[in-house]
């Protein structure tokens, strides 16, 4: 899994506080209905931007626990949630949750199991914890399907062939359908949450994954700072130039414990 040491969960804080991320937040809590007292875990809840809108769907009566093991990461949710007691936030592992059977009404989980080498483990402990009936919300992206306006497709595969090959399930979504089915949950559905960015700029979604597999590049030895910079000097005249054009399907799943 990626270590998000202070630099990066900071980095990754600014990407989802833009647009496009803040939307997909949007889309689960509509989709999930919460109600006021109800009891939510959000796994692998990053820096509680999810967990602060969770609690307020919940009211002061409910409760949300937040979890993820970047203690990095914790410490930005708890700076953002210190103003909401019904949070509870744990710097602890996620494939092995420390929690009761059937004590949760809801359980989302953003961006965290395609980072995990068993899927089906967590699914099943996520499960475990939900009340019969509970609900379910997962976010992932599937990385095959990104269209990108380069001027060198050859860098292009290389740096999402690099980013692809450091996370053990890039290609998640077209197996959640199944997984979650064998983990216990029933009336599944799914929708599409495109990421799309018509111009290079430093608060949006593209510009940080392209300079963050750059910077992987660079230090694995596979390219240049010149090339770096010559590949980023290409997506800003694109961008100046109207022809910039970036996009990749995020899936939203929720379903029910059987």
């Known amino acids: 899994m990626i270590d998000y040491d202070e630099q990066l969960a900071k ?5 989802y506080l833009m647009p496009e991320i803040a939307y997909q937040r949007t889309r689960t809590l ?3 209905q919460l109600r006021a007292g109800e009891c939510v875990l959000d796994v692998g809840c990053g820096m ?14 409910g409760r949300v626990v937040g979890m993820d093991n970047s203690a990095s990461m914790i410490e930005l949710a708890k700076k953002r949630c210190a103003d909401f007691p019904q949070i509870e936030l744990r710097a602890q592992s996620v494939e092995s949750l420390p929690e009761l059977d059937n004590c949760y009404d809801v359980v989302t989980c953003t961006q965290l199991l395609l980072y995990l080498p ?10 475990r914890v939900l009340k ?15 269209l990108f306006n380069t001027m060198d497709d050859a860098l292009t595969q290389r740096l999402f062939d690099g980013w692809e090959s450091s996370i053990p399930s890039p290609h998640l979504p077209g197996q959640l359908l199944n997984l979650l089915g064998q983990a216990g949950f029933g009336a599944i559905h799914v929708e599409a949450i495109p990421l799309i960015n018509t111009s290079y700029l430093s608060d949006n979604y593209s510009a940080s994954m392209v300079e963050y597999m750059l910077r992987a ?3 694995a030895g596979t390219i240049s700072q010149a090339d ?3 590949y980023i000097g290409d997506l ?5 130039a109207g022809t910039y054009f970036f996009c990749v399907n995020r899936f939203l799943f929720t379903g029910s414990k059987i």
Not at 11 to 15: F, Q
Not at 133 to 139: E, P
Not at 236 to 240: G, I, V
């Open 11 to 15: 980095e990754t804080e600014r990407t």
């Open 217 to 219: 590049e660079i230090d």
């Open 118 to 127: 068993h899927v089906e483990y967590a699914l099943t402990e996520m499960n």
């Open 228 to 230: 770096a910079d010559e």
């Open 48 to 61: 509680g931007l999810l967990a602060r809108e969770l609690a307020i769907a919940v009211g002061p009566e």
């Open 236 to 240: 800003k005249a694109r961008s100046k």
């Open 132 to 146: 019969p009936g509970g609900r379910i919300a997962v976010v992932e992206t599937d990385w095959r399907g990104v």
């Open 30 to 32: 509509s989709v999930l």
